[in-house]
């Protein structure tokens, strides 16, 4: 075995020691706080730098890039958010639009903080939306409304979220997700998410520029 991986397992036990540790700290530690969190959910929020670093060291995290013009108009496209209303995508044309598929249970759900982050910064040239999706390990079970109050108590969350929608593959696949994956609609990917907190970074002209995974951070350039 090379030094450099003989480190990295090193890294990797050390890491799960780690977790375990912290597991059993915060289950003793009185939910005063987060009163809409569970224990599993603080417990995930306290571990997500460690998720990101080992995410990182297994070389998880990838992009892909494209430089195709879309073949069908993103614009046409509209959603519907958790509170019911229309949110009609051509209202950005001119911004660059960051989808995000989300869920509250999942470890990259600390997401949440680095994505409020971006939006204030950029919210003159940047949209960002969140889909809650139960696609992914069961990990985002409530309903609309205890979605928003999830999001918006502990993370402060004030870009806009989806209605809970279906992002993978198949028949019920939100119409926006179907446009991300389909090459024929947007010119080139073909990915769908991997899993909780991929995203897909459509530019200014309406044309899909970047898809990374969930260890990627949220990012514009």
């Known amino acids: ?22 597991s059993v700290a ?12 569970t224990t599993r959910q ?35 496209i509209k959603i519907t958010l958790n509170d019911g209303t229309l949110l009609d995508l051509s209202a950005y044309k001119g911004k660059k639009v960051l989808i995000v598929n989300t869920a509250s249970d999942c470890g990259y759900t600390g997401q949440y903080d680095a994505l409020e982050s971006l939006f204030r910064k950029e919210k003159d040239s940047l949209m960002v939306i969140g889909f809650p999706s139960n696609d992914f390990g069961n990990q985002e079970k409530g309903d609309n409304q205890t979605i928003a109050a999830f999001c918006q108590k502990n993370y402060g969350v004030t870009f806009p979220l989806a209605e809970k929608s279906v992002v993978i593959r198949s028949d019920a696949q939100h119409p926006l997700f179907k ?26 002209e309406g044309n899909l520029v970047r898809f990374s995974d969930s260890n990627a951070e949220p990012s514009i350039d």
Not at 16 to 22: E, K, M, N, P
Not at 28 to 33: E, G, L
Not at 57 to 72: A, C, D, M, P, R
């Open 1 to 22: 075995m090379s030094l450099i991986k003989s480190m990295q397992m090193k890294w990797i036990l050390a890491s799960i020691l780690v977790f375990f540790s912290l």
């Open 26 to 37: 915060i289950l003793a530690i009185p939910n005063k706080h987060n009163k809409n969190m």
């Open 42 to 76: 603080r417990i995930l929020k306290k571990l997500y730098p460690l998720v990101m670093g080992l995410g990182k060291l297994t070389g998880k995290n990838h992009s892909l890039t494209g430089n195709e013009k879309s073949i069908t108009s993103v614009y046409e």
């Open 179 to 204: 446009w991300l994956s389909d090459p024929k609609q947007n010119g080139w990917n073909k990915q769908v998410p991997t899993w909780n907190f991929c995203k897909y970074l459509i530019n200014e």
